[in-house]
């Protein structure tokens, strides 16, 4: 079993950023594919970004736009999305996610966070 735990979501106005760590347990770590997703009110779950076992490739949802940079610190068993130029529409609950594959699809991932949610004020 790995338990992930998110925080870093608030408040924030249009234009800001915010930095959402992961801290992962249980299991070791650096294994893992590690993803962020995030779910709007009333949609759908969607992959936001993901980050391979040792950091060294991610891949984007076309919505970051630039916006966002995925990481990982596995020493301190850490995924980090760091969020900038902020926007209503990025408003959602995030939530990271670990799984062995690299794979943007969510049901490939077995092991998810309980979620933190962002809310970006116009």
């Known amino acids: 079993q790995v338990q992930l735990v998110e925080s870093g979501g608030g408040l924030v106005q249009a234009g800001g950023s915010l930095r959402l760590s992961c801290v992962a347990s249980?299991?070791?770590?650096?294994?893992?594919?590690m993803g962020w997703f995030r779910q709007a009110p009333g949609k759908e779950r969607e992959f936001v970004a993901i980050?391979?076992?040792?950091?060294?490739?991610?891949r984007y949802a076309d919505f970051v736009k630039g916006r966002f940079t995925i990481s990982r610190d596995n020493a301190k068993n850490t995924v980090y999305l760091q969020m900038n130029s902020l926007a209503p529409e990025y408003t959602a609950v995030y939530s990271c996610?670990?799984?062995?594959?690299?794979?943007?699809?969510?049901?490939?991932?077995?092991?998810w966070g309980q979620g933190t949610t962002v809310t970006v004020s116009s």
């Open positions: 996610a670990a799984n062995l594959l690299w794979t943007s699809s969510a049901r490939a991932y077995g092991y």
């Open positions: 249980g299991r070791t770590f650096r294994p893992y594919v």
């Open positions: 980050i391979d076992q040792n950091g060294g490739s991610t």
